[in-house]
Nanobody, 124 residues
Framework: QVQLVESGGGLVQAGDSLRLSCAAS????????MAWFRQAPGKEREFVAV????????GYADSVKGRFTISRDNAKNTVYLQMNSLEPEDTAVYYC?????????????????WGQGTQVTVSS
């Protein structure tokens, strides 16, 4: 059973940085794609970043490109989202998601496994 546990959220000021972590367990993730999504109050869940575990190929939403970086630690089975130059518009619950194929995808429907989410609040 795949389990994803996010951590690292919090309350920060505009311009600050945060690093989110997603600890994955339950299987080998070498042939998987891992992604971060976020959902702000009253809005739909949206794609943020994705990584193909084996190849290291990544993709980003335009709104975070150049500010956020997704990465992995193979030994810890953990995916990270480094968020720099945070803006109030980045305030949301951030979710880690996994799909058991290596191709990257940006739609929520492509990901069968989800974490419980971690809150990120950016004050102006």
């Amino acid at each position: 059973q795949v389990q994803l546990v996010e951590s690292g959220g919090g309350l920060v000021q505009a311009g600050d940085s945060l690093r989110l972590s997603c600890a994955a367990s339950g299987r080998t993730f070498s042939n998987c794609a891992m992604a971060w999504f976020r959902q702000a109050p009253g809005k739909e869940r949206e794609f943020v970043a994705v990584l193909s575990w084996n190849s290291g190929r990544t993709g980003y939403a335009d709104s975070v490109k150049g500010r956020f970086t997704i990465s992995r630690d193979n030994a810890k089975n953990t995916v990270y989202l480094q968020m720099n130059s945070l803006e109030p518009e980045d305030t949301a619950v951030y979710y880690c998601a996994a799909r058991l194929v290596p191709q990257i995808a940006t739609s929520t429907s492509e990901y069968p496994y989800w974490g419980q989410g971690t809150q990120v609040t950016v004050s102006s």
